[in-house]
């Protein structure tokens, strides 16, 4: 007989980035700004993104569309990739995700591909969580503790062992 079971996402709601600290209001800007910065002429849908390194460097990113939509990639990617060919031994703290022309109360949240991508940069720096902002322009701000938490019961190097 099946058992059924949950899986908890637990977030916190800011109702705006002015709640946050001055770092984190920031880096949801500077995720804003770099949106504005997307090569997106295909599906207009201009996403930024801004991650904070444990030093204090702030790196963006911005989704970079191509005719051929499997082969574009996101802000949340971009920003990633950038940051660990800078310094592959450092650790992304936090991450804030903006998409400026999306309003009301629900931020977009990264695809699936980026879910991953976040995981695994967890699992590289060790486990350190990776605290993820995504914020509304103008509205709320959804704060996520670790970035795994977009990927419950996800898929990792364990798998491959066996």
Do not use: W
Not at 43 to 68: D, H, I, M, P, W
Not at 108 to 136: F, N, T, W, Y
């Amino acid at each position: 007989m099946p058992t059924p079971g949950s899986v908890d996402v637990p977030y916190t709601r800011h109702a705006s980035v002015s709640e946050l600290s001055e770092a984190d209001q920031a880096l949801v800007k500077a995720a804003h700004d770099a949106a504005l910065l997307a090569y997106a002429p295909y599906s207009k849908f201009y996403v930024g993104a801004a991650l904070r390194t444990s030093a204090g460097a702030v790196v963006t990113g911005n989704n970079q569309e191509n005719a051929s939509f499997p082969a574009g990639t996101c802000a949340e990617r971009t920003a990633l990739h950038a940051a660990m060919s800078l310094d592959p031994a450092t650790v992304i703290e936090t991450m804030a995700v903006i998409v400026p022309q999306v309003t009301g109360d629900r931020p977009v949240s990264p695809c699936g591909i980026c879910r991953q991508a976040l995981l695994e940069q967890e699992l590289r720096q060790d486990r350190k969580p990776l605290r993820l902002l995504m914020a509304v322009h103008n509205g709320p701000v959804y704060e996520m503790r670790t970035a795994s938490l977009l990927l419950p019961l996800s898929f990792d190097s364990s798998f491959l062992n066996g």
